[in-house]
C-alpha cells in the first residue's frame, strides 16, 4: 500500500476518534514522568535496527538524531511507528521496542516529528498520520530523526532546557546491555559529548567525555543466553571494577534494566539485565509474570554461578562477599531471588577467602577468628585437631569493619567464631609441649592483652582460666601451671644461684614481650616468702603427715630463722602461710605427738593447764616440748602465728548486721548491738564449771572481767532486712552463751573458801573471796551480767544519789541531809519538765541546714559614759538572753539533757550499725570531754560525740567544759578534728526534735560559724 492510501485512512481514523471523543493516542504519548525519557525510547529503536553509532545534535528549536542502523525503515515499520499495538517487534522478545508505544514519547515535545530513512521521509501528525515530506541527502545508509519544538504547551526553551539535562547525564551504563550500539554522541550550542562502550572477554568499559573532561568506568560483565518461547534471550550482570585497587566495589541505589534502565530499585550492589515484560511506560516490571517468573529465576542462578567465576579470575575476597545481598528482610522479588542462591552457593561451595592465599573453604571447613592472633597462631592441623575445622576465615571479616557480612556468615551460614577463649579452653599439655619456643613466645605476645584469661583469683571476680592450664615451660622442657591448687603462683623467674624452685626456661626472659607477659602473669625471683611457701610449708599440708620429729625441727628452725631476719612485710606473710597449715608440734593429754594448725594449739602455761585437766571432752593440743626453750626464743614467733595463751573464745566477731537472717530467730533478721554475740562462748568454760574449783573459779572471774561485754548485751530483731519497722521489730536484753553457763552453775566462793551453793542473785560482791578482783574498773558491770545481789549501801547510793557516810561522820551526814531536803523542797515549787513524747518514739530527723559564717560584734568606738551606764551591745545582749519559756532547775537540766542523749544515741545507733556505740553517761563513766565514743571492730576509737540539748529552734548558749574544749583541741592538733562532733539536739520533748552535726568545733569556731562566750583562759 503507498504511503498517501496510509494517510488516507489514518485521516479519517483521526476523524472518527473526533467524533468518538477518543484520546488515546494522546494518552499513550504521555505515558512517561519524564518528557526527555524520549531519548531512550529513539535509542531502542536504534538498537533494533542494529545501529553502533547515535548522533543528538540539539538546538534552540529542534533535536536531531542520526544513526547507522543497518535495517532501514519499510513500509511495516511506517505502519507500526503510526499506530499502536502493531509493532513489527511483537514476536521478537529480544526486541526492545516491541509494544509499538515507545516512539509515541516523542510527542511530549513536538507535535510533527520528521522521519529520514530509506525511501520513506515523511512526518507524523495528530500522532498517526504520515505525510510524506521531500527526500533530504543524510549521507546514505542512514536513519535521520527531526524533532520540531512546536508543542502548544512546551516551550522551545523548556524543551532544549531538558532535552540538555537529559544528554548530559545519560545513563552510560545502558551501553553495557545494548545489543548493537557501542557510541553515542551528541552536541549542544554551548556544549558536547559522547559515551563510547568497550566490551570483550568478559570486562567492559564505558568511557563518558564531556567537553575536555573524560571519564572511564570499568565492570566485569557475565552473560548468559537461555531459552524462553524457543528463542534464546541474553541476561546479563555488571560488576563495577576499581581499577586503582583492582576490586569489585560496591554500586548503590541501583536500578534494574530492561535494556534501559527502569524504576525498579533492586537493593542490589551491582547491575542485573534481562529483558523483563514492562508496563506501557517500561518504568515498571509485573514479576509475577509467568515469563518474568522464569527470568528471575535464571538471573539469580548467573548471580550465583558468577561468584565461582569471579573466584578463578582472582577478584573473590571480603570486599565482594560484603557487596552481596545479606539482608534476608529485603522485600524485592529479585533481590529475594538472588539471595537465596546465594546463600546456598556460599553455603555449600569452596568460596570463602580464608587466611591463606588463594585458598577457599566451604562453610562446614571453616571458622570466624574472633582476633586476627588465633588464626595466626593455629596451623591447619592445629585447628583441626582442636576445633574440628581446617580453616580460619579472613581476618578483615570483623563485626568492626563489616558487621553485615560478620553476622551473616555466623547467623545464616552457621560458621563459628572462636575467640582466644575458646582456644585457652582447649589447651592441654599434649597440645603445647610439642610447640617451639618460638611458638610459645607469639603465644604469650597473642595473649598479653587479654588480661581476663590469665588474672589473679579476687573477691570481686575470678581467676584467668590460663592460671590452670600448662602455658609455662621449665628448664626442663616439661610443663605446669602457673598456680598450684591452691590458686597460689608455683613458678618463679631463675635465681642468680641454684635452687629447687621450679623455674621458666630462660629464653622466655630474654624476649621482652614474653618476659612482659611473665611479669604481668605474677613470676619473681625466689625470696624468703617463696622459700617458706615451696619449700616447708607444702609439707605441712593436708591431715596425715609422715614427718619425723627430727626433720620437723630442722623445718621449724629454718622457718624461725626466715621469719626472724624478714622485713615486717614479709613476716606477714610468711605468718599467713604458716597458719593454714599443720606446722606446730603439739601433744594431747596422753603426750602423744602430733602436728596441729597454730590456731589448734596452747602454750603449756599453769592456768591453761590447769583450766584443761581433766577435759577429755575437747581436743586439746598444748606446745610439744621441743617449741619449749628456756629463753622462749620462739616465743613471739609462736604467738604471730596465733598459738593461744588463753582459752580459744568464739562470737568476738560482729553478730548479724544488715542483710543476715537468723534461723534460730524465727527467721527474722537479727544483729547485736554495741557488739554483743549472743553465741559467745569460752573453750573449756562449761567443763571447768562441771568440774569447778577455786583456781578454776578465780581464773573464770578474770576471764569474765576480761569480756565482760561480750557477756550480756542488747539483741534487735526485725522482719525487714533494714530494721526499720515491719511486723516483727523488737530490742531486748540477752545473755550470751557463755554469760547463760555463769548464770547456771554453782561456781562461786565465798570469803572462807567454800563453794557458795545459792542462786547470783543472792550473792553480793562483798560475800566472794578477798582473791576476786574486786577492785577492777568493770566490776558493776559484772556484777550486773553475773545477776549478783546488789550492795545494799550502794544500793542507797544509786537510789539517793548520795555517799555512804561512816557513823563518826553523822553530823556533817545529817547537814548535808537537811540542805538536799531543803534544795529538793525549793525545787518541787517550780516547774517540773516533763516530755510529750519519750524518745524511743521520735522519729530520727536530720537539720542539715549548711552553716553560715556570723558576724562579729563591732566593739569599738564604746564611751565610758555607755559602760557606766550599763548600755550592751544589742548583738552581744541578744546572745546571752535566755531562749527557753522557763528557767530549769538542776532536776530539769537532767532530764532535758538525759532525754537528748537517749535520743542521740538512737541516732548514732542507726550511724554506726556495725560499730559499737558507748554511752559514758550511762556508764558512769563522766568526766571525758565526751558523752559517746564509737569504737570499730577492731576496738579503734573512731567518733567522739558531744550532745547539747535544747527545747526550741532559737539559738541558745550552751556550757562547754574545759575538758571537752580541750579534747577537741588535742585532736584539732593531731588533724583529727573532724573525730569532735557536737550533736545538737533541739525541740526536745516533742515528735519534732531535730539533730544537727556540728564536726569539728574549733575549726567551725575559726571560721566564725559557731559563736564562743564567754571563755575562760588560763595565762
Known amino acids: 500500500m503507498e504511503l498517501s492510501k496510509l494517510t488516507k485512512r489514518r485521516g479519517e481514523h483521526v476523524k472518527s476518534c473526533e467524533e468518538n471523543n477518543d484520546k488515546s493516542h494522546q494518552i499513550i504519548a504521555g505515558l512517561y514522568s519524564d518528557p526527555s525519557r524520549f531519548v531512550y525510547e529513539i535509542l531502542q529503536n536504534a538498537d533494533d535496527a542494529e545501529a553502533s553509532k547515535?548522533?543528538?545534535?540539539?538546538?534552540?528549536?529542534?533535536?536531531?538524531?542520526?544513526?547507522?542502523?543497518?535495517?532501514?525503515?519499510?513500509?511495516?515499520?511506517?505502519?507500526?511507528?503510526?499506530?499502536?499495538?502493531?509493532?513489527?517487534?511483537?514476536?521478537?522478545?529480544?526486541?526492545?521496542?516491541?509494544?509499538?508505544?515507545?516512539?509515541?514519547?516523542?510527542?511530549?515535545?513536538?507535535?510533527?516529528?520528521?522521519?529520514?530513512?530509506?525511501?520513506?521521509?515523511?512526518?507524523?501528525?495528530?500522532?498517526?498520520?504520515?505525510?510524506?515530506?521531500?527526500?533530504?541527502?543524510?549521507?546514505?545508509?542512514?536513519?535521520?530523526?527531526?524533532?520540531?519544538?512546536?508543542?502548544?504547551?512546551?516551550?522551545?526553551?523548556?524543551?532544549?532546557?531538558?532535552?540538555?539535562?537529559?544528554?548530559?547525564?545519560?545513563?552510560?551504563?545502558?551501553?553495557?546491555?545494548?545489543?548493537?550500539?557501542?557510541?553515542?554522541?551528541?552536541?549542544?550550542?554551548?556544549?558536547?559529548?559522547?559515551?563510547?562502550?568497550?566490551?570483550?572477554?568478559?570486562?567492559?568499559?564505558?568511557?563518558?567525555?564531556?567537553?575536555?573532561?573524560?571519564?572511564?568506568?570499568?565492570?566485569?560483565?557475565?552473560?548468559?543466553?537461555?531459552?524462553?518461547?524457543?528463542?534464546?534471550?541474553?541476561?546479563?550482570?555488571?560488576?563495577?571494577?576499581?581499577?586503582?585497587?583492582?576490586?569489585?566495589?560496591?554500586?548503590?541505589?541501583?536500578?534494574?534494566?530492561?535494556?534501559?534502565?527502569?524504576?525498579?530499585?533492586?537493593?542490589?550492589?551491582?547491575?542485573l539485565h534481562a529483558p523483563y515484560k514492562t508496563t506501557p511506560s517500561r518504568e515498571t516490571i509485573p514479576f509475577e509474570d509467568d515469563q518474568n517468573k522464569i527470568l528471575t529465576k535464571e538471573l539469580a542462578d548467573l548471580v550465583s554461578d558468577s561468584i565461582s567465576e569471579i573466584k578463578k579470575l582472582g577478584y573473590l575476597d571480603v570486599n565482594f562477599l560484603a557487596l552481596l545481598p545479606l539482608n534476608?528482610?529485603?522485600?524485592?522479588?529479585?533481590?529475594?531471588?538472588?539471595?537465596?542462591?546465594?546463600?546456598?552457593?556460599?553455603?555449600?561451595?569452596?568460596?570463602?577467602?580464608?587466611?591463606?592465599?588463594n585458598i577457599y573453604a566451604t562453610a562446614n571447613q571453616a571458622l570466624l577468628p574472633g582476633v586476627k592472633e588465633i588464626s595466626r597462631l593455629l596451623s591447619i592441623d592445629d585447628t583441626k585437631r582442636l576445633f574440628d575445622r581446617e580453616y580460619w576465615l579472613s581476618t578483615n571479616i570483623t563485626y568492626d569493619k563489616t558487621r553485615e557480612l560478620h553476622d551473616y556468615l555466623i547467623d545464616k551460614i552457621d560458621i563459628e567464631k572462636k575467640e582466644m577463649v575458646d582456644f585457652a579452653k582447649s589447651i592441654t599439655d599434649d597440645f603445647i609441649v610439642k610447640k617451639p619456643d618460638d611458638w610459645m613466645i607469639d603465644f604469650y605476645a597473642a595473649i598479653i592483652g587479654n588480661n581476663a584469661l590469665f588474672r589473679e583469683k579476687t573477691s570481686y571476680q575470678s581467676k584467668g582460666m590460663l592460671r590452670k592450664k600448662p602455658i609455662i615451660r621449665l628448664d626442663d622442657g616439661t610443663h605446669i601451671n602457673p598456680d598450684n591448687e591452691k590458686d597460689e603462683l608455683q613458678v618463679y623467674f631463675p635465681a642468680k644461684q641454684e635452687s629447687g624452685f621450679k623455674t621458666v626456661k630462660k629464653v622466655f626472659i630474654e624476649n621482652e614481650i614474653s618476659k612482659e607477659f611473665l611479669i604481668k602473669l605474677g613470676l619473681k625471683e625466689p625470696d624468703k616468702v617463696s622459700e617458706i611457701k615451696e619449700f616447708i610449708a607444702s609439707k605441712y599440708k593436708g591431715a596425715e603427715l609422715n614427718i619425723s620429729q627430727k626433720e620437723y625441727m630442722q623445718d621449724f628452725n629454718k622457718a624461725h630463722s626466715i621469719w626472724i631476719n624478714s622485713e615486717d612485710s614479709e613476716r606477714s606473710t610468711i605468718v599467713d602461710i604458716l597458719k593454714q597449715v599443720n606446722f606446730i608440734g603439739s601433744v594431747n593429754h596422753n603426750q602423744d605427738f602430733s602436728l596441729h594448725k597454730p590456731q589448734e594449739v596452747y602454750f603449756q602455761k599453769e592456768k591453761l593447764q590447769m583450766w584443761f585437766k581433766g577435759n577429755e571432752e575437747d581436743k586439746i593440743y598444748f606446745l610439744a616440748d621441743c617449741l619449749q626453750t628456756d629463753d622462749n626464743n620462739y616465743r613471739e614467733f609462736l604467738e604471730q602465728l596465733g598459738t593461744y595463751a588463753e582459752p580459744y573464745v568464739w562470737g568476738k566477731e560482729q553478730y548479724g548486721g544488715r542483710g543476715k537472717r537468723d534461723p534460730d530467730r524465727h527467721y527474722y533478721y537479727a544483729r547485736g548491738l554495741r557488739g554483743f554475740n549472743p553465741k559467745f562462748n569460752i573453750k573449756g568454760l562449761e567443763f571447768s564449771l562441771k568440774e569447778i574449783n577455786f583456781k578454776r573459779s578465780l581464773y573464770i572471774f578474770k576471764l569474765a572481767l576480761k569480756h565482760i561485754n561480750k557477756l550480756t548485751g542488747i539483741v534487735e530483731e526485725s522482719s525487714r532486712q533494714?530494721?526499720?519497722?515491719?511486723?516483727?521489730?523488737?530490742?531486748?536484753?540477752?545473755?550470751?552463751?557463755?554469760?547463760?553457763?555463769?548464770?547456771?552453775?554453782?561456781?562461786?566462793?565465798?570469803?572462807?573458801?567454800?563453794?557458795?551453793?545459792?542462786?547470783?542473785?543472792?550473792?553480793?560482791?562483798?560475800?566472794?573471796?578477798?582473791?576476786?578482783?574486786?577492785?577492777?574498773?568493770?566490776?558493776?558491770?559484772?556484777?550486773?551480767?553475773?545477776?549478783?545481789?546488789?550492795?545494799?549501801?550502794?544500793?542507797?547510793?544509786?537510789?539517793?544519789?548520795?555517799?555512804?557516810?561512816?557513823?563518826?561522820?553523822?553530823?556533817?551526814?545529817?547537814?548535808?541531809?537537811?540542805?538536799?531536803?531543803?534544795?529538793?523542797?525549793?525545787?518541787?515549787?517550780?516547774?517540773?519538765?516533763?516530755?510529750?513524747?519519750?524518745?524511743?518514739d521520735v522519729a530520727i530527723n536530720i537539720d542539715d541546714a549548711p552553716l553560715k559564717p556570723m558576724q562579729t560584734v563591732d566593739l569599738s568606738g564604746q564611751t565610758v559614759s555607755e559602760t557606766a551606764t550599763g548600755k550592751n551591745n544589742k548583738d552581744e545582749s541578744a546572745k546571752t538572753e535566755t531562749v527557753d519559756k522557763f528557767i530549769p532547775t538542776s532536776e530539769n537540766s537532767k532530764n532535758i539533757g538525759l532525754w537528748g542523749e537517749k535520743y542521740a544515741e538512737q541516732y548514732l545507733e542507726r550511724e554506726y550499725p556495725e560499730d559499737d556505740v558507748v554511752w559514758l553517761n550511762q556508764s558512769g563513766n563522766v568526766g571525758k570531754g565526751y558523752d559517746f565514743v564509737v569504737k570499730n571492730r577492731e576496738d579503734n576509737e573512731i567518733a567522739y560525740y558531744e550532745v547539747k540539748t535544747k527545747l526550741?529552734?532559737?539559738?541558745?548558749?550552751?556550757?562547754?567544759?574545759?575538758?571537752?574544749?580541750?579534747?577537741?583541741?588535742?585532736?584539732?592538733?593531731?588533724?583529727?578534728?573532724?573525730?569532735?562532733?557536737?550533736?545538737?539536739?533541739?525541740?526536745?520533748?516533742?515528735?519534732?526534735?531535730?539533730?544537727?552535726?556540728?564536726?569539728?568545733?574549733?575549726?567551725?569556731?575559726?571560721?566564725g560559724k559557731i559563736y564562743a562566750h564567754p571563755v575562760n583562759i588560763e595565762l
Open 952 to 1007: 526550741d529552734k532559737n539559738p541558745a548558749l550552751f556550757e562547754i567544759t574545759g575538758t571537752q574544749w580541750e579534747w577537741a583541741r588535742k585532736l584539732y592538733g593531731k588533724g583529727e578534728g573532724n573525730k569532735y562532733i557536737i550533736l545538737l539536739v533541739s525541740s526536745a520533748g516533742t515528735d519534732t526534735a531535730k539533730i544537727k552535726e556540728f564536726k569539728n568545733p574549733l575549726t567551725l569556731w575559726k571560721e
Open 54 to 271: 547515535v548522533q543528538f545534535s540539539l538546538s534552540n528549536d529542534k533535536l536531531e538524531i542520526i544513526h547507522n542502523g543497518r535495517k532501514e525503515f519499510d513500509y511495516q515499520d511506517v505502519e507500526s511507528i503510526t499506530t499502536i499495538g502493531s509493532s513489527t517487534k511483537q514476536d521478537d522478545i529480544n526486541a526492545i521496542g516491541k509494544f509499538g508505544a515507545g516512539f509515541k514519547s516523542v510527542f511530549a515535545v513536538t507535535k510533527t516529528p520528521q522521519i529520514h530513512s530509506g525511501e520513506y521521509h515523511f512526518t507524523i501528525r495528530d500522532f498517526i498520520i504520515p505525510e510524506q515530506l521531500p527526500s533530504i541527502n543524510n549521507g546514505g545508509g542512514k536513519t535521520t530523526i527531526i524533532l520540531p519544538f512546536n508543542h502548544s504547551r512546551l516551550s522551545c526553551d523548556d524543551a532544549y532546557q531538558q532535552i540538555n539535562k537529559r544528554l548530559s547525564f545519560l545513563e552510560s551504563e545502558s551501553l553495557l546491555f545494548l545489543r548493537n550500539i557501542k557510541e553515542i554522541k551528541w552536541k549542544t550550542q554551548n556544549n558536547s559529548g559522547h559515551y563510547l562502550a568497550d566490551k570483550n572477554s568478559g570486562k567492559a568499559y564505558i568511557i563518558s567525555q564531556q567537553n575536555d573532561e573524560e571519564k572511564q568506568q570499568e565492570y566485569l560483565l557475565f552473560n548468559r543466553s537461555v531459552k524462553i518461547e524457543n528463542k534464546d534471550i541474553k541476561l546479563s550482570i555488571a560488576y563495577s571494577l576499581d581499577d586503582k585497587i583492582n576490586k569489585i566495589v560496591p554500586l548503590n541505589d541501583t536500578k534494574l534494566f530492561v535494556f534501559f534502565s527502569t524504576n525498579e530499585r533492586t537493593g542490589l550492589k551491582f547491575l
Open 328 to 357: 534476608d528482610e529485603e522485600e524485592h522479588p529479585l533481590y529475594k531471588a538472588v539471595y537465596e542462591k546465594v546463600k546456598t552457593a556460599l553455603s555449600t561451595k569452596a568460596l570463602l577467602p580464608t587466611t591463606i592465599a
Open 722 to 840: 533494714g530494721f526499720d519497722g515491719g511486723s516483727h521489730h523488737e530490742k531486748k536484753k540477752e545473755l550470751s552463751n557463755a554469760g547463760k553457763l555463769l548464770e547456771k552453775h554453782r561456781w562461786l566462793y565465798d570469803k572462807k573458801g567454800n563453794l557458795i551453793d545459792t542462786a547470783n542473785n543472792e550473792i553480793t560482791i562483798n560475800d566472794l573471796h578477798n582473791e576476786y578482783n574486786k577492785d577492777h574498773e568493770d566490776i558493776d558491770k559484772l556484777v550486773k551480767a553475773l545477776g549478783l545481789k546488789p550492795d545494799e549501801i550502794k544500793a542507797v547510793e544509786e537510789k539517793t544519789g548520795g555517799k555512804f557516810i561512816p557513823k563518826e561522820e553523822v553530823e556533817e551526814y545529817e547537814e548535808f541531809k537537811r540542805q538536799k531536803q531543803e534544795k529538793e523542797r525549793k525545787q518541787t515549787s517550780k516547774e517540773i519538765w516533763k516530755p510529750n513524747s519519750p524518745p524511743e
